[in-house]
């Protein structure tokens, strides 16, 4: 992993230029050409980005599946979705669509409407995925920004009185597939089946890949935090969620097709604002679930 820090230092290829996207987080890299092999240096030199500033945005790409799947296999090891949420059945099997499009009245892909508190992939497994991937390839005119708020920040900003009671606790994750009507309920609002995804996580993770601490809870899918009264629970959560929302910590995206952004699910929270179910957005999405050691 060294290597990889090594060389964020390291000049830039040419042709390369790197810009910040926000105060919060973030960096926008021209210059990149995804459609083809990237060579070791620029895996090194992009994955040192991601590192940095937490999401990446690459813009200007025109990618197919396996084009799209190979540059996430620049990260790691994807997720396999197994077809769980297409009915489009030739679609690689890393692959999943975030659309809103519908063939005979039903919903052909994942997430299709409607805003979606902030939240952090898969926190309701033993093991999440590590980055998330989305390429743009057809977006609202106004609304469906993805945002994302910087949980580091949100660590560092806590009163350290804070920090010390929030070190050594868990907090319970948990998704009921297709059992809330929106992902702007708070899944603590709702009553989840004894078949529902739920894993606990300490609220606060040290990155492997920076060492830095990031809190680790999220409105959309932390429950409880384990061993501690319901009514401290909800009390304590509700004012870690709302500090770790600030305006301070977040970016906002406003989608361009074409765009391919990546983001670190260990250290940044995501949300989507909402936008009118009658204007189409898809989005291709592959998840890092294992992050490979450079070569
Ligand atoms: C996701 C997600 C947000 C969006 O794909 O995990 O949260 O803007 N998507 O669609
Ligand atoms: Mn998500």
Redesign the pocket.
């Known amino acids: 992993m060294a290597g990889i820090q090594e060389m964020t230092k390291a000049a830039l290829p040419a042709g390369v230029a790197v810009r910040a996207l926000s105060p919060a987080l973030g960096a926008e890299v021209r210059g990149l050409d995804l459609s083809v092999p990237l060579d070791r240096e620029t895996v090194g030199l992009v994955r040192g980005l991601l590192y940095e500033h937490c999401v990446l945005l690459v813009p200007g790409q025109s990618l197919d599946e396996a084009q799209q799947v190979r540059f996430g296999e620049c990260f790691g090891t994807l997720g396999r979705t197994l077809g769980t949420f297409d009915i489009l059945r030739n679609v690689h099997p890393s692959i999943m669509y ?1 659309t809103n499009e519908k063939a005979d009245g039903k919903y052909i892909g ?2 299709p409407d409607g805003e ?1 508190f902030f ?1 952090s ?1 898969k926190c309701y497994v033993e093991h999440p995925c590590v980055a ?1 991937m ?1 390429y743009a390839m057809q977006v609202p005119s106004s609304g ?1 920004d ?1 945002l994302f708020a910087n949980q580091y920040k949100a660590w560092d900003a806590l009163p350290e009185a804070m920090q010390r009671r929030l070190e050594g606790l868990s907090a319970v994750n948990t998704y009921e597939p297709g059992g809330i009507d929106t992902y702007a309920t708070p899944i603590s609002k709702a009553t989840p089946s004894p078949t529902a995804f739920t894993w606990a996580h300490p609220v606060v993770r040290t990155h492997p890949g920076t060492g830095r601490k990031a809190l680790y809870v999220n409105r959309l899918m932390t429950e409880y935090i384990v061993g501690m009264p319901r009514a401290e629970s909800d009390a304590l959560l509700e004012s870690l969620f709302d500090h770790q929302e600030q305006q301070a910590f977040i970016y906002a995206h406003k989608w361009t097709p074409g765009d391919v952004l990546i983001w670190d699910n260990r250290c940044v929270l ?1 949300a ?1 604002s909402n936008f009118d179910a009658g204007e189409a957005r898809k ?1 291709r ?1 592959v998840t890092v679930d294992t992050e490979d050691l450079l070569q």
């Open positions: 975030v994942a997430l979606m939240h992939d998330t989305l469906g993805t995501h989507r989005l999405r």
